[in-house]
């Protein structure tokens, strides 16, 4: 063997090595960087995973007064209907979106009431009516794509983990 034969070949390795690394962390984030959610992004995210009872939330910075944390416990899991409808629990929007909810027993309808700043510039008021929840174990779940076009979200499933992503490009000046 040459003299340097043996360092070529060492630094031809450790090179190759280099971008081994590099092309797997490129796989591996790819996907974040194609979803362009990044810290400073003034988006709200909400991520659930069926028959899982913690939620993910990503914030924009001004929102941070409103949680104290960024993993909310759920009071029930969401699930899917067996027509492949997913739904959650009224009650968490509580916790999710900083939201109050009220029940009317008279007419069995729950307001939600989303304050300013959360969402949108202004405070966000719904009526759910009975032909739009189901109760399952004394609690009222709504269907995750109806909240999603009701709120404004938009809404991404991610079929292999049943997972789902609520998201709000909150376009405006907190």
Known sequence: MKEGEGSKKWLAITILIIIIILLILFVI???LLISGVRADDNSLIIDLQIAHSQAYLTLPHDLAKFYSQAKID?????????????????RDLEKLL???VNW????RNIQIIIPPGIIQNNQLSLILTPDTYTLKD?????SIRLLSKLLGAKLAWYDKTKGIRLTWSRNFAP
């Open 104 to 107: 009317w027993p008279r007419n």
């Open 29 to 31: 984030f790819l996907p």
């Open 138 to 142: 004394d609690k009222a779940f709504v």
């Open 74 to 90: 759920l009071s029930a899991p969401p699930y899917l209907t067996r027509d492949g409808f997913s739904l959650m629990a009224v």
């Open 98 to 100: 900083n939201a109050q």
